[in-house]
């Protein structure tokens, strides 16, 4: 399983755009969710998800409201704000030239 540290600087603030993008959802919500649309191959620990929700909260990328659950428990849910959305557009294209350009260098053929 790959742990933050293990993924390109700044690409879990991409993952939690996206997964915000689609809907708010607390923390726990959050990451059960990566979990799940990745195949369960991310996974992010408490200590990282938070501050870096922190982070990007404190940016202007996404908001925060205390709502109740289904559960009945108190949480924070996160939502994308209009200047998230313009920010995760931006890096998402910067991730997909990313992306290529690793694949053409992995895809190269021994000599």
């Known amino acids: 399983m790959s742990k933050p540290s293990d993924l390109v600087?700044?690409?879990?603030?991409?993952?939690?755009?996206k997964i915000l993008a689609?809907?708010?959802l607390n923390g726990f919500a959050i990451s059960l969710r990566l979990?799940?649309?990745s195949g369960d191959v991310l996974q992010v620990s408490d200590g990282s998800l938070y501050p870096a929700l922190?982070?990007?909260?404190?940016e202007g990328w996404i908001t925060?409201?205390?709502?109740t659950t289904e559960n009945n428990r108190r949480a924070k849910f996160y939502s994308l704000t209009r200047p998230g959305r313009k920010h995760l557009e931006k890096e998402a294209d910067n991730w997909g030239r990313l992306?290529?350009?690793?694949?053409?260098?992995?895809r190269l053929k021994e000599t």
Do not use: M
């Open 99 to 106: 992306a290529a350009a690793i694949s053409h260098v992995v």
């Open 9 to 17: 600087q700044g690409t879990l603030d991409l993952l939690l755009l």
């Open 64 to 67: 925060a409201e205390w709502k």
């Open 22 to 24: 689609l809907q708010p």
């Open 54 to 58: 922190h982070k990007l909260e404190q």
């Open 35 to 37: 979990k799940q649309v």
